[in-house]
């Protein structure tokens, strides 16, 4: 943790404070923790007072301390990892088919899925890119928004809502899933993992807004082929609840743990279509 470069006054007026640490416990996300917070302290009255920055170092050292008890990588693993391997924070954003800005997030402090971090260890080993989680194609977030688009031409309204993709995320993973099983090749390139509300496009925090304004028209357009699959989804699936029932009963999601990337070779088991 960095050392403090300033001094800052007790606010009740007792001159300066001292800057401490301090090891302290607090239950996050229903897990408990401890982790060492840094502060200052006054003497007098024992109030304590804290800078900006100390404020962000606290809650990166609460998000690892999280991470190291379940599991998961911490902000410093994937940082001394990626360093390791020689590799910028774009390198491995590319590598790992994601957004710089995931990269970013989690050494900055922000949790990742257990999905996700399956795949950075994946990747801070050296290890090649799975194709079984991309389909055959590199992921493309206009080529999402295109699909998505289709969509909602063949349904005749629209289905990207402010639901976080509960709804949209399942037309698109059977289109997905359907066009690898029958093309070889998935529609998007999207990884999906399964979560408690059904699959969904892994790291899915990340990518809505950028799915919700990305320019649909600067993607690879849709084949023939792709465009009969998404209408026939469409026909099967004319309401939201629909899509979602039926991708829940599928045996391929009800056998993953929860957090799970769902793998495009089980595409082969799909009941729905």
Same mark, same amino acid.
């Given at each position: 943790m960095n050392k403090p470069n300033k001094v800052i006054p007790c606010p009740n007026g007792h001159g300066e404070t001292r800057a401490t640490k301090a090891k302290k416990t607090m239950t996050f996300r229903g897990v408990d923790i401890t982790y060492q917070t840094e502060h200052y302290l006054c003497p007098v009255c024992g109030i304590e007072v804290g800078s900006i920055e100390q404020a962000s170092i606290t809650q990166r050292a609460i998000s690892d301390a999280y991470r190291k #008890?379940? &599991?998961? =990588? #911490?902000?410093?693993?994937? /940082?001394? &990892? /990626?360093? @390791?391997? !020689?590799?910028?924070?774009? !390198? =491995?954003?590319q590598h790992m088919c994601v957004g710089i800005a995931s990269i970013k997030r989690w050494e900055g402090g922000i949790i990742q899925t257990k999905s996700m971090d399956h795949a950075l260890r994946r990747a801070l080993q050296g290890q090649a890119a799975n194709d079984g989680y991309s389909g055959n194609r590199k992921f493309s977030i206009p080529r999402l928004r295109l699909i998505l688009r289709e969509f909602e031409a063949s349904l005749q309204r629209k289905i990207m809502k402010d639901d976080k993709g509960l709804y949209s995320a399942k037309y698109v993973w059977y289109a997905d899933m359907v066009a690898y099983r029958e093309l070889g090749q998935s529609m998007s390139g999207a990884t999906y993992a399964c979560l408690p509300f059904g699959p969904q496009l892994n790291n899915y925090r990340d990518l809505i807004d950028e799915i919700k304004k990305t320019d649909a028209n600067s993607a690879e357009p849709l #084949?023939?082929?792709?465009?009969? %699959? %998404?209408?026939?989804?469409?026909?099967?699936?004319?309401?939201?609840?629909?899509? %979602? !029932? $039926?991708?829940? @009963?599928?045996?391929?999601?009800?056998?993953?743990? %929860?957090?799970?990337?769902?793998?495009?070779?089980? $595409?082969?088991? =799909?009941? &729905?279509?």
């Open positions: #008890t379940v &599991g998961l =990588l #911490t902000s410093e693993e994937i /940082r001394e &990892g /990626r360093k @390791r391997l !020689d590799l910028t924070q774009d !390198d =491995l954003a #084949t023939s082929e792709e465009k009969k %699959i %998404i209408s026939r989804i469409a026909l099967r699936f004319p309401k939201d609840q629909m899509v %979602i !029932d $039926a991708s829940h @009963r599928e045996v391929i999601v009800q056998r993953k743990p %929860i957090g799970s990337i769902i793998p495009y070779s089980d $595409a082969a088991e =799909l009941t &729905g279509l």
